[in-house]
């Protein structure tokens, strides 16, 4: 994965101010997330917070990317096929072929 990837937006290239500053926030949230373990103060309800947090804040940018996100290409129609074109009968005289 590159870095860039992190903050920049993927049509365009430039800096997405969005993405630079959820990454921010999820690395500050989890630089707080781990000095409290490391510290011996996490306690379940600082885990639900925080995987509340992270995880609210996914599912609503999946949730608003899927809403206003341009819609996919309609396929085209599939022409119809042409019938089969029935075969003549053979004549009294024509074998097939085989003599």
């Given at each position: 994965m590159k870095w860039?990837?992190?903050i920049a937006d993927p049509c365009t290239g430039n800096v997405s101010h969005t993405k630079l500053?959820?990454?921010v926030a999820?690395?500050?949230a989890t630089g707080a997330f781990w000095w409290s373990a490391v510290q011996?103060?996490?306690t379940p309800d600082i885990w639900l917070i925080y995987l509340g947090v992270v995880g609210a804040h996914t599912a609503a940018s999946k949730l608003i990317g899927l809403r206003y996100s341009s819609p996919?290409?309609?396929p085209q129609p599939m022409p119809m096929p042409m019938p089969p074109m029935p075969m003549p009968p053979p004549s009294q005289g024509d074998m097939g072929g085989i003599s």
């Open positions: 860039a990837g992190m500053w959820a990454n999820y690395a500050s011996g103060q996490l996919p290409p309609q």
